[in-house]
Nanobody, 123 residues
Framework: QVQLVESGGGLVQAGGSLRLSCAAS????????VGWFCQAPGKERETVAAISQSGAAIYYADSVKGRFTISSDNAKNTVWLQMNSLKPEDTAVYYCAASTRGIPRAADDYNYWGQGTQVTVSS
């Protein structure tokens, strides 16, 4: 089993930055894919970014390209989401998730999920 714990969320003003961390325990991320997702109240959960264990494959939602950066450190079993130039519309609960089932194509393909961390961006 894999346990994921997100941290780093908080309240920032528009234009500010946060760095979210996703720490894994129980298993290593070797061969895994890790994704970051956001869910705002009343909205569907959306993929923000994803990264393969090797870092060779990276995905960003169009809305965050140029602002967010996903990175990983396999030795620390940690994946980060650096969030710059934050906008009020980025306000959401952010979740990290891991897929051990192959290349994930949707949220349902991820089989391990963290509890989420709240990101609030004020105007």
């Amino acid at each position: 089993q894999v346990q994921l714990v997100e941290s780093g969320g908080g309240l920032v003003q528009a234009g500010g930055s946060l760095r979210l961390s996703c720490a894994a325990s129980g298993r290593t991320f070797s061969g895994y894919y890790v994704g970051w997702f956001c869910q705002a109240p009343g909205k569907e959960r959306e993929t923000v970014a994803a990264i393969s264990q090797s870092g060779a494959a990276i995905y960003y939602a169009d809305s965050v390209k140029g602002r967010f950066t996903i990175s990983s450190d396999n030795a620390k079993n940690t994946v980060w989401l650096q969030m710059n130039s934050l906008k009020p519309e980025d306000t959401a609960v952010y979740y990290c998730a891991a897929s051990t089932r192959g290349i994930p194509r949707a949220a349902d393909d991820y089989n391990y999920w963290g509890q989420g961390t709240q990101v609030t961006v004020s105007s």
